[in-house]
């Protein structure tokens, strides 16, 4: 079930937050939200709740064998149940998404026939995967207490705002309010702005600039020219900047409605970023804060030597691609940015920061390039990308124009809302919303919640990018 | 706060009690298309639920039978306009005029559906053995009414189809968006509106009849399709449509021939049977007579002249076969109406207009059909 569709507005939501808000046990309300969440996740694929309840369940005896082993003091125990969840984890995680993945280039490598059955991937599985993980190693860090009650760890770990496209909350983060939060006029009111403004962002905003780079650079492959290949990346960009912070935006939003108000952010306008560096320090915040603590800083991260560093930086950033997906193009992608942080360590400085222009363009291109490449998922892809966008073709002996008729029509009918996007890639108009009077800022929400829901009822094309993932 | 919560709900609450309240709507007069009204499992619910049907076909329903649907249609589509939103432009016939450029983007359709069904084969009279059967490979591809003739035997299909199987046809279609669709490509509608746009643009508008006026006044009657086509998400190929065609005083010049422009005789037949134009769900037959120059068919020229035309003024459309249904316009308005085919007539534009004192030149086409290589726009667009 996504948030923008019929079924989740106008059926799952009201009687969720109907049934919810009649219990006045924090408890069954706990109960309410992992029916809820478990319905909604079983919505599109029935099956997979049996998958999603198994990897919980792992996690969740793990960690009270391991909170156990910690208050014995017996830490090799404790390590070895930790390897334990791990393993399980991402065994999981690892036969539903890239079991294939390591096949076909088995088959390609070593010049063999294995086969493997396709399955369908689970929704949301990286999220929960490292919901669960994160937990567990908390546990083990003696970071967080551990959740005794089984059904509450998994409504901590399904719950459906962020079940399928995060952020991901870790334990730690809303321990204190699994058992104890408040629900208030103005928290609830918070959160449906906050759900407004992503509902609104994703239909508005992110489905036309797919839809735009999906005529221009899929579908209209035959017709590319090398300036409408460009604008296609241009509104990939958008598209999937859009896109994912909406979705974030609802879940927070939603979680706010449910009395929660420790949900991380994961959003920070990262296309005004400085450097690549920074650009990820704004963009998935809770992915990249997973991959720092549970990875790279156990690794050693900088305080290491040179050689190491290198080798931790590597690891991070592949890593990191693959968790996107189970293709090259993925892996390629989180190496490029490995590389070009590991060079930005010798030039962004604050003298880089201190200049206005150059730091922004620099960063831009190179996010462009990024989205080029992290969408190329057909092979051949990112070749004939890298060559219609910077040798107008010649690299890959297809040539194409500078501009065509094709490529001239979708630029010229959408420049105006290239612009609106870019716009809305900045602080600038939630600042100016925030100095409105609060009954016009009402009149804007509910206006643009009418508009949104039009542009439901109108649209068919409607995927998350990042359900995928 | 409160009255924030308080609109957020009222929206949700009317669109949610107003599921469990009426009759659902049926067709949506807006998009011109059949609403899903129920859920259809065939194997039963348990098994709808596990294979996700059952959530799919209620998504659908809720989907098509949402509170106001017309209205949030008509919403969407004028806030895309007016914000520069354009998210069909590759479904969208287009036509050009030196810096001009009007879009369809309001009126195109979006995926083709099979006009026929099983209810029309019983009331058409046809011999069976012309027609691909119920279950055969061929039944329910076809979209055009002359390939289910001709599905037996394409080579040899001379048949003559009657023409009150367009009627009852007419009857039976429940095309989805079938506004501006049609063979040849898109409807008398949508080509009337094109004309018009195009005549405001130049400063012509003076010269724009009622499109009852080119009814009236002309036309020829002919069920030619002009291809079957089988291919899914094919654009403007869900119906017929019937154009004007003048029954003027004109002359065709097709190569080094000229002969008048003569089809009373076809005029003559319509007039012994009911007049379409009244049907309110109007019938779509292919536009008939369409004098488009074909390299292999032409020395190069094609061009109809019309001594009485309203405009004294010479105008040359490019495209491909569906400007035969907007020339008909043309002729009424235009002292001489050149057509080419862009597809098989590479001609020099600026040396052909040059040669015959073009005043106007009009190129139609789709963008999805790769119209650059018909435009030559990568050489300036000559």
Redesign the interface.
């Known amino acids: 079930m996504v948030f923008s569709s019929n079924v989740f507005l106008f059926l799952f939501f009201p009687l969720t937050i109907i049934a919810y808000y009649l219990i006045p046990n924090i408890k069954y309300k706990n109960y309410i939200l992992l029916i809820a969440s478990l319905i909604f996740y079983a919505w599109g694929e029935p099956v997979y709740i049996i998958l999603l309840i198994f990897a919980s369940l792992s996690g969740y005896l793990h960690s009270i064998f391991i909170a156990k082993a910690n208050a014995r003091g017996n830490k090799k125990q404790a390590k070895f149940l930790l390897i334990s969840a791990v393993s399980i984890g991402l065994l999981l995680l690892g036969y539903f998404k890239y079991s294939g993945f390591l096949i076909n280039n088995i088959n390609l490598i070593f010049d063999v026939n294995l086969q493997i059955k396709e399955l369908p991937l689970p929704i949301g599985i990286s999220f929960f995967t490292f919901q669960i993980l994160s937990y567990v190693v908390d546990v083990y860090r003696q970071e967080v207490k551990i959740e005794n009650n089984f059904l509450t760890f998994v409504m901590y770990v399904a719950m459906f705002p962020q079940l399928i496209a995060g952020p991901i909350v870790r334990y730690s983060e809303i321990e204190s309010e699994v058992h104890k939060r408040t629900h208030t006029i103005e928290k609830f009111a918070n959160g449906v702005e906050r759900f407004i403004f992503g509902f609104s962002k994703k239909l508005i905003l992110a489905n036309t600039a797919g839809y735009v780079y999906t005529q221009l650079l899929l579908d209209g492959r035959d017709q590319i020219s090398v300036i409408g290949a460009w604008f296609a990346i241009i509104m990939y960009t958008l598209q999937i900047y859009f896109d994912f912070s909406s979705y974030s935006d609802m879940a927070i939003g939603l979680s706010q409605m449910f009395g929660f108000s420790t949900f991380p952010e994961n959003f920070n306008y990262p296309y005004l970023s400085k450097s690549i560096g920074e650009f990820w320090r704004r963009w998935h915040m809770t992915l990249g804060r997973f991959f720092k603590d549970y990875v790279y800083i156990p690794l050693g991260g900088s305080r290491v030597s040179y050689l190491k560093w290198v080798r931790n930086l590597f690891i991070v950033w592949g890593l990191t691609g693959l968790w996107h997906g189970a293709e090259w193009n993925f892996i390629i992608w989180g190496l490029y940015f490995g590389v070009i942080i590991f060079f930005e360590k010798y030039f962004v400085n604050e003298k880089w920061n201190s200049r206005k222009v150059i730091p922004h363009v620099y960063s831009l291109f190179l996010i462009l390039i990024g989205w080029m490449i992290f969408d190329a998922t057909v092979k051949g892809d990112i070749l004939f990308r890298v060559s219609v966008m910077f040798t107008a073709g010649h690299l890959t002996g297809n040539v194409v124009p500078l501009i065509n008729l094709y490529s001239y029509s979708y630029i010229i009918q959408n420049i105006f809302f290239v612009i609106i996007g870019i716009v809305f890639c900045t602080k600038m108009p939630l600042n100016l919303y925030r100095k409105l009077n609060i009954n016009v800022q009402n009149i804007i929400l509910i206006l643009l919640f009418i508009i949104a829901i039009a542009f439901m009822t109108s649209s068919t094309f409607n995927p998350f990018i990042y359900f995928r993932f | 706060?409160?009255?924030?919560?308080f609109?957020?709900?009222v929206?949700?609450?009317i669109?949610?009690s107003s599921?469990f309240i009426g009759e659902f709507n049926k067709k949506s007069t807006v998009e011109n298309r059949t609403l899903k009204t129920t859920i259809e499992l065939e194997e039963g619910i348990k098994k709808g639920?596990?294979d996700?049907s059952f959530?799919d076909q209620?998504?659908e329903v809720?989907?098509d039978q949402?509170f106001g649907?017309n209205?949030?249609?008509t919403?969407?589509?004028k806030?895309?306009k007016a914000?520069?939103?354009?998210?069909k432009?590759?479904e969208d016939y287009?036509m050009i005029n030196d810096k001009i450029?009007l879009?369809l983007s309001d009126y195109v359709s979006r995926d083709d559906t099979k006009i026929l069904n099983d209810e029309f084969f019983d009331k058409i009279s046809v011999a069976t053995d012309q027609l691909a059967t119920v279950g055969s490979d061929l039944y329910g591809v076809y979209i055009y009414l002359e390939s289910y003739y001709c599905a037996r035997d394409r080579e040899n299909c001379n048949v003559d189809i009657p023409l009150d199987n367009y009627f009852i046809l007419n009857d039976l279609i429940d095309d989805e968006y079938a506004f501006n669709a049609g063979d040849h490509h898109i409807t008398i509608d949508t080509q009337y509106n094109l004309f018009t746009q195009y005549m405001n643009k130049i400063g012509l508008s003076e010269y724009v009849m009622p499109l009852d006026y080119y009814y009236d006044t002309s036309f020829e009657f002919n069920t030619n399709g002009s291809r079957e086509v089988s291919a899914k998400n094919a654009f403007g190929v869900k119906a017929y449509e019937y154009a004007p065609q003048p029954l003027v005083d004109a002359k065709i010049t097709q190569g080094k021939t000229t002969e008048p422009f003569n089809n009373t005789e076809l005029a003559d037949k319509l007039k012994e049977n009911p007049d379409p134009k009244k049907n309110s769900n109007r019938i779509y037959i292919t536009p008939g007579y369409c004098g488009v120059a074909k390299q292999e068919t032409t020395t190069g020229k094609y061009f109809v002249e019309n001594p009485g035309a309203l405009v004294d003024e010479k105008i040359l459309l490019l495209g491909d076969s569906q400007i035969c249904a907007a020339s008909a316009f043309y002729y009424q308005t235009f002292k001489e109406v050149h057509t080419f085919d862009k597809r098989y007539q590479f001609i020099d534009v600026v040396s052909y207009v040059e040669e015959n004192d073009i005043d106007h030149v009009v190129m139609y086409g789709r963008?999805?059909d790769?119209?650059?290589k018909w435009?030559d726009?990568?050489n300036g667009?000559k």
Do not use: P
């Open positions: 706060m409160k009255l924030r919560i609109s957020f709900f929206i949700i609450s669109i949610f599921y639920i596990l996700a959530q209620l998504e809720m989907s949402i649907r209205f949030q249609v919403l969407e589509s806030i895309s914000f520069g939103i354009n998210t432009f590759y287009f450029v879009s963008v999805g790769g119209i650059d435009f726009f990568e667009g």
